[in-house]
């Protein structure tokens, strides 16, 4: 199994609405694609939030084909969804992770 981890600062002025949308709006939209068997968001502690608050969002897929199809269909647009809607607002990443037991 694989975990897509995508980490977000997202600026404290926006941060409640944000979470709500990613709740709401966009981690169901990624669930829709069907790539993914599972997800969490989780925030991150012991950050300095004075210039953003830190969240990773996890989810978990099958395989690294699975992954790949994800990221070359449907990642883009659902990318682009929330730079559009948060320019200049955030900071992100992202990182894989290979379950091992």
Not at 37 to 46: D, E, M, T
């Amino acid at each position: 199994m694989i975990i897509y981890n995508v980490t977000v600062k997202i600026n404290p002025e926006v941060h409640e609405e944000w979470l709500n949308w990613m709740k709401t709006v966009h981690i169901p939209d990624v669930m829709k694609t069907g790539r993914f068997q599972s997800n969490q968001i989780a925030k991150v502690l012991g950050q300095d939030e004075s210039d953003g608050i830190t969240y990773a969002i996890q989810y978990t897929c099958v395989d690294m084909k699975t992954l790949h199809l994800y990221t070359v269909t449907e990642a883009p647009a659902l990318q682009k969804d929330h730079t559009e809607r948060y320019q200049g607002k955030f900071v992100a990443y992202r990182t894989l992770l290979e379950i091992i037991d």
